[in-house]
């Protein structure tokens, strides 16, 4: 309050020339009284205002947080009262009987699912996502790169049910032949065998092609931010010394870019694992555990959730919402993982992903 | 190193490498896909694919035995590198291309008047007509609904992390969780909300439950990009305001919100379309309903994945036509969410800058 007109008196003090003297008066008269009263005045609501504003955004953030406990607490709290209803091992018990009187279930053949499609994208997925981001950001004429970017950002919003009617109607009938083929000469490698050649291939093996579709446009849009973000002058140094472009981009690119490219891909995992429309249209929910991937057998946590949900009462919906927290668990600590790593290349590179 | 020594040749003779003219890479691509065509067609391959895949791999054959005999190994890897990042880039449109191709060639037909403006009301399974009127309705006011709750929510908490927060433990902890709930299964978030408002609360089935499950997946996609753009606006533009004794709640909703504004906008229809896709909460807390429900807050909706999920679930031609359809539909509408938001962010973009 005393500040303004503290700063604003010496001028009219200091104000010697005499030819200026008639002015002087006037605006030592006004102008500290407008200062003063239209800044207490903004300072009081200011205050106030401040105090609401603040509180409501701090308030936001803190609601995000409870959000995110209260998700863990109310899965743990049905989980646990399905569990407790539970006559099987929900680890180890690999068939899931909520409908019959003694309810049996539990997660063992559907987490096996899970992982298994979620490694089969990642297999498929990972290397061809590296290709493109390279492509886009070191191959391409950057025209057409820059275009590209932009196309694989569309992509990326193409909704899953979209690609789970794809996969169904369309990729389906044509693995057909492929499944043939990876029977016929890798057989012998126990995944790739089929027990029954020629059945409809709604298999994890297929699950996992879709996922891997799906997760390819993330993955690729984050490696290729970090790829962007290589220092020029590592990669002219590179070419200076006559490597050629591959030899530059193995050690100038690559290096730069590893912590990304494993939490770029950690991203598609996470997204790879808890996606469900995708599955559930692929695949009808079978509870084996079968490694042969080519088999039309198989479920994800996901799927089994969609798929048994509309059949499901009471403590049938608890134990699926307990399929859920293993499911709310495994992503959480894949992405925060992944978080993590990013965060920690942050500090020393100053690169946003 | 022995690549090194032949390169390093006397300088009279010449002063590159022996190189591979510029149209080599062109002319080994035809001779695959004519290699390829050939052995397709003379083995009798049925798969259009296989013939593709052959004809990929010889030309990365091809092009790595001349480029070795040409030009020694280390380019004949550089060679096989470029070839293989361009057969991976190729590879990922294919299917890529292939789903919208599909979806629009199989979608386009169904599509007319009749289908936007009707329910499924009375259409049995294996009869033509029906529309997705009652999805689309239910879309609409699901999306809205979340998007009141999400956006309002998502921006303040991006104000908090980049004007108050700053680098603080809350704002730390914040900031991890934002992260980590992008990464939430969307139907982890459904059974959240079928847990919290329909068991214990024991709410019914309507299009506002799954309206809250939208908003949770919804809400770290606004913090985030709302928190890029705020952290775009410079210091300067702060500074001088609160200099002019602005406090600092004006300061940030009369000149840091406005400054970034095309960019938060962008950012909450970017989250929409993200959501308006979502299939899985909508089905366990919406649903699905074949007739026009104008309420979200009782009885139970529809909306477009839903309706797309049913129809293929039907089973029959006319069903799976119909899925064809929302898909296209629903498609459509991502589309064009994503190119007006992007196009507004390029138009409200400050001159000069690259995002």
Redesign the interface.
């Known amino acids: 309050m005393e500040t ?1 007109r503290d700063t604003s008196a010496p001028p009219g003090d200091q104000q010697p020339p005499q030819g200026a003297h008639t002015a002087t008066p006037n605006l030592a008269g006004s102008s500290p009284q407008r200062g003063r009263s239209s ?1 207490s005045d ?2 009081r ?3 106030r ?2 105090a ?3 509180f ?10 409870v ?2 406990a ?2 863990a607490a ?2 743990t ?2 989980a646990i009262s399905a569990i407790s209803a539970n006559h099987g091992n929900f680890l180890t018990t690999a068939e899931w009987q909520t409908q019959t009187d003694p309810i049996t279930f539990g997660i063992a053949a559907i987490a096996l699912g899970t992982i298994i499609s979620a490694v089969v994208a990642m297999a498929l997925a990972v ?6 981001a ?2 886009i950001s070191h ?1 391409a004429p950057r025209r057409i790169a820059q275009a590209l970017g ?1 196309v694989v ?3 990326a ?10 996969g ?4 389906v009938p ?1 693995m057909i ?1 492929v499944n043939a083929w990876l029977n016929q000469y890798f057989s012998w490698t126990y995944v790739f065998h089929q027990n029954e050649p020629g059945t409809q291939p709604r298999s994890l093996f297929t699950v996992g092609v879709v996922l891997a ?1 799906m997760i ?2 993330i993955i ?1 849009a984050v490696t290729r931010e970090i790829f962007l973000q290589v220092p020029r002058a590592h990669e002219e140094a590179a070419l200076a010394l ?1 490597a ?4 530059m ?1 193995r050690t100038a690119v690559i290096p730069f870019g590893r912590s990304g490219i494993i939490s770029a891909s950690m ?1 598609g995992l ?2 790879a ?5 995708a599955v ?2 692929v695949l009808s929910p079978s509870y084996v555990i079968n490694f042969h991937i080519l088999d039309p057998a198989g479920s994800t946590i ?1 799927q089994n ?2 798929s048994q ?1 509309g059949e499901s009462q009471g403590t049938g ?2 134990a ?2 307990a399929a ?1 927290l293993v ?2 668990v495994i ?2 600590l ?3 993982g ?2 993590l790593i990013i ?1 920690r290349r942050k500090e020393y590179s100053g690169a ?1 992903a | 190193m022995s690549s090194l020594a032949t390169s390093s040749r006397p300088l009279g003779s010449s002063l590159t490498e022996r190189r591979l003219p510029r149209w080599m890479p062109a002319a080994n691509l035809v001779l695959a896909v004519l290699l390829g065509l050939a052995i397709g067609a003379g083995f009798d391959l049925s798969s259009k694919l296989q013939w593709g895949l052959i004809a990929a791999i010889l030309f990365v054959v091809i092009q790595y035995v001349t480029s070795a005999v040409v030009e020694g190994r280390r380019h004949a890897k550089n060679y096989l590198a470029t070839s293989l990042v361009w057969v991976a880039f190729l590879l990922a449109l294919l299917p890529l291309i292939s789903v919208l191709w599909m979806t629009i060639s199989k979608g386009i037909g169904v599509i007319n008047a009749n289908f936007l403006t009707h329910s499924m009301n009375g259409i049995a399974i294996n009869q033509d007509g029906g529309g997705l009127y009652h999805a689309l309705i239910g879309t609409l006011e699901q999306v809205a609904l979340a998007s009141l709750f999400a956006a309002p929510v998502g921006i303040l908490t991006a104000v908090y992390l980049v004007e108050y927060g700053r680098g603080n433990k809350l704002s730390k902890a914040v900031s991890f969780f934002v992260d980590v709930m992008t990464g939430v299964p969307s139907i982890v978030a459904g059974l959240f909300i079928l847990s919290f408002w329909i068991i214990i609360l024991n709410m019914p089935f309507t299009g506002f439950a799954g309206a809250l499950a939208l908003a949770i997946l919804m809400l770290p996609v606004v913090v985030r990009s709302t928190e890029e753009m705020l952290k775009l606006v410079p210091n300067e533009l702060r500074e001088a305001s609160l200099a002019l004794g602005v406090p600092k709640w004006l300061t940030i909703t009369r000149v840091v919100l406005p400054t970034a504004l095309g960019g938060i906008v962008t950012g909450v229809m970017l989250a929409i379309a993200r959501i308006v896709g979502e299939t899985a909460p909508i089905l366990m807390l919406v649903f699905g309903a074949d007739t026009i429900n104008m309420n979200p807050f009782s009885n139970p909706q529809s909306s477009l994945p839903l309706y797309v999920w049913t129809e293929y679930g039907k089973g029959t031609d006319q069903s799976q036509a119909r899925a064809w359809g929302g898909a296209l539909v629903l498609i459509a509408v991502v589309m064009i969410l994503n190119l007006v938001a992007r196009g507004l962010a390029r138009w409200k973009a400050p001159k000069g800058a690259t995002r």
Do not use: C
């Not at chain 1, 409501?56 to 947080?65: C, E």
């Not at chain 1, 919003?157 to 794809?166: C, D, E, H, K, R």
């Open positions: 303004p800044l903004s300072s609501t200011g205050r205002g401040d609401i504003f603040k409501a955004s701090s308030g936001s953030g803190v609601l995000l947080l959000i995110m209260a998700i109310f899965l709290v049905r290397p061809v996502a590296l290709g493109i390279l492509f191959y932009y950002d569309l992509l919003a193409v909704p899953s049910i979209v690609f789970g009617l794809w169904a109607l369309f990729l044509h032949g579709i390819l446009p690729t006559g050629t472009r591959w030899e981009i991203l996470g997204r694992l808890g996606e469900t429309m559930a249209t996901a959730i969609a949900f919906r608890d699926l919402i859920g499911l709310f992503t959480l894949v992405n925060g992944a978080r965060a946003d």
